[in-house]
């Protein structure tokens, strides 16, 4: 089990995945390939971090990362 503290931080680093592809998402369409590249690692990201089972009956909410793994597959 994850310590508080540990899971603070986790989410955090993940809502900065979530901001840095819904930026992508807000900016002129298309995307050049390092642009789709960078939103392709933080969706993997997202991707890892939601599935790890150490979220069960805690207060994070997983619907912005859900949210933007849906997003940023859309960009890439």
């Given at each position: ?47 890892i ?28």
């Amino acid at each position: 089990m994850q310590e508080p503290e540990d899971l603070a931080r986790i989410y955090s680093a993940a809502m900065d995945s979530v901001n840095l592809i819904n930026d992508y998402a807000a900016k002129p369409q298309p995307l050049d390939e390092d642009d789709k590249a960078t939103v392709k690692r933080n969706v993997d990201h997202l991707e890892i971090i939601v599935a790890k089972p150490y979220w069960a009956g805690t207060e994070y909410d997983m619907t912005p990362l859900n949210d933007a793994i849906v997003t940023g597959k859309q960009i890439i």
